[in-house]
């Protein structure tokens, strides 16, 4: 039995002092009592003044540490799989560009190797591939490369749902686009999240596309046609939606502060994902890198193309987590279902990850509450990563 001491946050509340177990074994927590009994073992964390926090999940993730998801091989996969455990993501969806249809396999395949031969010691777990694109709006296609935004092809979709044997588990695309509502039906089928995202569907758009199975929004405001008073768009559509969580980029550059207080309010604890939309520059210096084959100049917190359009972020999901602490003036706990638990319902894996409770996979975050620096990310009861 390993047990972690520190300032456990639960669904509801922090417990302060208390001691969490977790059996070897098994990779379970078994129990999360109100205190420690005050004799350590080798291999026991004390982490006493830190939250301990349930892993993070990032429905939203391209790459990071150099490598992108869209290398489309195993070691890249592995790298940013690595490279955000370091900053408590303990489960991740590989997620794609819009590419050709090879280059999509590519990724899906080595995603999908990666999800069966196990992960690494370090690495976060891949939980799925997330399909950004192809089938979005040209006039909202954002950073994805024009050359491959094509419409909804459901012979296709269906050919990556087979190739991932399980492995998609969301998809991206606009709901205006001929073709939409297909796919998204087969995506509601194939149990695969289907989001809302650059796209520039009028309110009534994504009304009519609730009852296919449109249940997310991708990036909020980024990508899509935003709030006007006589016409609520895409951005408000998402925010008036019982039936759509929207994902949020709390970075303070794709959105402002007051905006992500603004949509904590409107769509409740329940109703936001913490996403990173990071790319290949994340946890890494200052310099050029690459998204969709083009140059990615990542300075000062921000990663643009050379015409200034935001290309993804370098955001990691420590700071995520901070940073809604501070923007939607949040408890830990209430931060901690944006970060983890809705992404783990959306997902259907609420049952196993996404909060610290007797009976879930041993994922969790040990964090300095003062700084936000991630000392420990300990994956299915294992240490992944210590500072």
Known sequence: MITVTGEIVTIDGVLSGAALTIDEETGLIV??????????????IDAGGYWVLPG??????????????????????????????????????????????TDTDAA???????IETGRGVDEARIVGVHLEGPYICPARRGAQPEAHVRLPDLEEFTHWVEIGGGAIREITLAPEMEGAEAVTRAALAANVVVSAGHTDSRAADVARAIPWGVRQGTHLFNAMRGV?????????????????????IADGVHLAPQIVRLTVAAKGLDGVVLITDAMEGAAMPDGVYKLG??????????????????????????????????????APWQAARLSSANAARQLGILDRVGTLEPGKQGDLVVMDPETGRVEWTVIGGRVAYRR
């Not at 129990?31 to 026991?44: F, L, P, Q, T, Y």
């Open 31 to 44: 129990e999360i009592a109100s205190r420690s009994s005050g004799v350590a073992k080798s291999g026991d």
């Open 56 to 101: 993070f999940i990032d429905m939203h993730v391209h790459g990071g540490g150099g490598a992108d998801f869209m290398h489309g091989t195993v070691a890249a996969a592995r790298t940013a799989a690595r490279t955000h455990a370091r900053f408590g993501t303990t489960g991740l969806l590989a997620t794609t560009l819009t590419a050709s249809r």
């Open 108 to 114: 899906i395949r080595a995603a999908r190797k990666v």
């Open 228 to 248: 006007h008073h006589r016409e609520p768009g895409t951005a408000g559509a998402i925010l008036v939606s019982p039936e759509i969580v929207a994902e949020v």
């Open 293 to 330: 084959g083009f140059d990615v100049n990542v300075q000062n917190g921000e990663a643009t193309f050379a015409d200034g359009t935001l290309a993804g972020s370098i955001l990691t999901m420590d700071r995520a987590f901070h940073n809604a602490l501070k923007f939607a003036q949040l």
